[in-house]
């Protein structure tokens, strides 16, 4: 590595440092930012850091073994699918990191990075606690569903990552897009549905969703906007932008059906799941400046169940610990570049 990568003295001001291309100083300027939404989203994520001790899991075996068999077979294949997308996030988001230019966005990216750790962390503790741990994080070697939704979800993050240009940042950050947006919220719905049987995993993933939904998928929907702004990108490439969320769409129907199909439970249907899905696609699609093109109907109960846990103060502070488990502050005007 050159040295001009750490220290540029004759590198272009801090507030002309664009996310891709460009010849960057090397300063962490927190005062002077080209995009304010990059330190906004840094501070939200910086306050809201929370940790798996704040979640009372200490009676997670009890209510995880009082679950249908159906629903311990939920259960277990979600988190084995949620704990993939957080493990690869988290490799993704350096990669990706090391491509961006702007200093600013790339510390929002570090924060990241460390929430996606974080979260890895509370899947362990949870499963810990549940008492199948080994079982859920090897799932993937017995189930071949599991196997092709996490196969196809690293296709997708591989696809573009080298980043040789703006287009391959703009369809890499795509995939963040997918990952945060589309591919987490049916497995946090079905942890919703189970409730109040299982306290411990739906105060978990409470947290767990409001990092993704109000500070990750805001991060990349301003990364794609931002390099589609600064750069000339052709129609060529928002199509494959578009292929790549119908994509998602099917990696996430296909697994969700499955699941359905083999384990039944209430209150779900292939219906409710893909007019769900749908909802969320055209969603993260006008989050990004793109047109909707799935079909829209009006919002599903799996939709309302996620809105009402990501608005909730109400997740438990575990009994030996001090901290105050209150996420406080849900979202900010980040479109704002």
Do not use: C
């Amino acid at each position: 590595m050159k040295p001009e990568h750490y220290y540029n003295p004759n590198g272009e001001p801090i507030l002309d440092e664009k996310i891709y291309g460009g010849n960057p100083t090397g300063f962490v300027d927190f005062n002077r930012p080209r995009y304010k939404w990059s330190v906004n989203l840094y501070d939200l994520m910086n306050a809201n850091t929370w940790f798996p001790s704040e979640v009372n899991t200490a009676n997670e075996k009890k209510h995880f073994d009082l679950l249908t068999d159906n629903e311990q077979a939920i259960y277990k294949l979600t988190f084995a699918q949620l704990s993939f997308n957080d493990s690869a996030q988290e490799e993704y988001l350096s990669d990706f990191r090391r491509l961006a230019n702007n200093r600013l966005v790339k510390a929002a990216l570090s924060l990241q990075i460390m929430q996606e750790v974080n979260h890895s962390k509370s899947y362990a503790v949870l499963l810990d606690a549940a008492g199948n741990s080994d079982e859920v994080f090897d799932l993937y070697k017995h189930d071949a569903a599991l196997n092709r939704k996490n196969q196809r979800i690293a296709n997708q993050f591989a696809r573009y990552i080298d980043g040789n240009s703006a287009e391959e940042m703009l369809l890499s950050a795509m995939a963040s897009v997918n990952l945060e947006g589309i591919y987490f919220l049916l497995g946090f719905s079905y942890i919703y549905v189970l409730g109040d049987k299982v306290p411990g995993a739906r105060d978990m993933i409470k947290f767990i969703a409001r990092d993704e939904i109000n500070t990750h998928l805001p991060l990349f929907a301003n990364i794609f906007k931002t390099i589609y702004k600064e750069n000339k990108i052709p129609a060529s490439i928002v199509d494959k932008a578009y292929e790549m969320i119908q994509e998602a769409v099917d990696i996430e129907l296909e697994y969700g059906k499955y699941l359905l199909e083999n384990y039944p439970i209430m209150g779900l249907t292939d219906e409710l799941m893909e007019k769900t899905v749908y909802n969320y696609a055209n969603d993260r699609l006008n989050k990004i400046g793109l047109e909707p093109i799935f079909e829209e109907t009006p919002q599903t109960y799996l939709q309302k169940l996620v809105e009402k846990h990501l608005k909730m103060n109400d997740v438990r502070s575990n009994f030996f610990e001090s901290n105050v488990a209150n996420y406080a502050k849900n979202s900010l005007d980040l479109d704002d570049f």
